[in-house]
């Protein structure tokens, strides 16, 4: 398995990934679009956001974004934010999502920064267990405002 920063031939296969999911596919589409095209744009032009796909034998079977915040709390300590963690669903329950998760902290443990953090959403008991499992804490209440 190898972890790779995301180049624009492997669009198509991350919002697929994206959309392979109960709640992506009420929010997700599978075909690149304009809108898709501007984001990808926007996350590989800036420095602090990476989109990570994990990949064996040439074919993408997972995918994440992190991002990294500076902030002056916590001493000025920079953390890292992981979103969008997706493993293909007929990979999925093989550990390739500990893989993930290991090698992003790793990331942020050799930038130096002192947190990393994520959000998942209610309704996910799984990955609710699967982050307790790594070592997370649900110590915050998360809360988001759609536009």
Excluded at 72 to 88: D, N
């Amino acid at each position: 398995m190898i972890f790779r920063e995301a180049v624009r031939a492997d669009l198509p296969a991350v919002i697929a990934l994206l959309a392979d999911d109960v709640l992506g596919r009420t929010r997700d589409r599978t075909e690149v679009d304009e809108q898709y095209e501007r984001a990808f744009g926007d996350i590989t032009a800036d420095p602090r956001n990476q989109l990570i796909v994990a990949e064996a034998d040439g074919e993408l079977l997972g995918c994440m974004q992190l991002t990294y915040i500076p902030g002056l709390g916590r001493h000025g300590t920079e953390r890292q934010l992981i979103e969008a963690v997706r493993v293909r669903s007929d990979q999925r329950g093989r550990g390739l999502g500990r893989q993930m998760m290991t090698w992003a902290i790793g990331q942020a443990r050799a930038r130096g920064c002192g947190l990393v953090q994520l959000t998942t959403d209610k309704s996910r008991h799984d990955a609710h267990r699967f982050y307790l499992g790594l070592g997370f804490v649900a110590s915050h209440e998360g809360m988001k405002l759609p536009l």
